[in-house]
């Protein structure tokens, strides 16, 4: 009798788990929906330009602090904007990390947009212009219901990926 009562509560133990598996179910996103993911970490360029010493100021120096140019460590901060169409969908301009402000920008955005064709734009200024994009890219897709389109930036290529 001991058995039988425990295979039960076994039984009904995993019939629970199993229910709870399955039911409620879960969706990321909504039915006419699709998700833009912007992502990527960029360094904007260096506030000033780098100066080289003379040999006499070099002289002066210790001979462990001779070194042959100054370059300043703090960078631009990075702009960024993303429009579908005409309408904005982020706009945001990223601080350079670190103490001395010298490190990458980084970003994870994830904007929910309504399935469907898209015109989207993303552009990105690192060179502290007040105007206009040093790197932009153009494109126009049909996004699937559910769809998870990514945006990163590759520094190699020098160019925005849109996946």
């Known amino acids: 009798m001991k058995l039988v009562a425990?295979?039960?509560m076994y039984a009904v133990f995993?019939?629970?788990v199993g229910a709870l598996s399955?039911?409620?179910s879960y969706e990321l996103v909504d039915e006419n929906h699709a998700i833009v993911s912007l992502v990527f970490s960029h360094a904007g360029e260096r506030i000033g330009e780098c100066r080289k010493f003379s040999q006499e100021e070099l002289n002066k120096l210790p001979p462990n602090m001779r070194k042959p140019a100054d370059c300043?460590?703090?960078r631009h901060p990075v702009r960024i904007e993303l429009r579908s169409g005409d309408r904005v969908l982020y706009e945001e301009t990223l601080p350079p990390?670190?103490?001395w402000?010298?490190?990458?920008?980084?970003i994870y955005q994830r904007m929910m947009v309504s399935s469907g064709a898209h015109e989207l734009f993303v552009g990105m200024n690192d060179s502290g212009e007040q105007s206009g994009f040093d790197y932009e890219k153009s494109v126009t897709l049909d996004l699937a219901p559910g769809r998870n389109l990514v945006i990163r930036f590759d520094a190699q290529t020098?160019?925005?990926?849109?996946?």
């Not at 402000?101 to 980084?106: E, T």
């Not at 020098?158 to 996946?163: A, T």
């Open 72 to 74: 300043p460590r703090e």
């Open 6 to 8: 425990e295979i039960f």
């Open 14 to 16: 995993a019939a629970v």
């Open 101 to 106: 402000a010298d490190g990458k920008a980084s």
């Open 158 to 163: 020098q160019g925005f990926l849109i996946r």
């Open 22 to 24: 399955v039911w409620p």
């Open 97 to 99: 990390s670190g103490i």
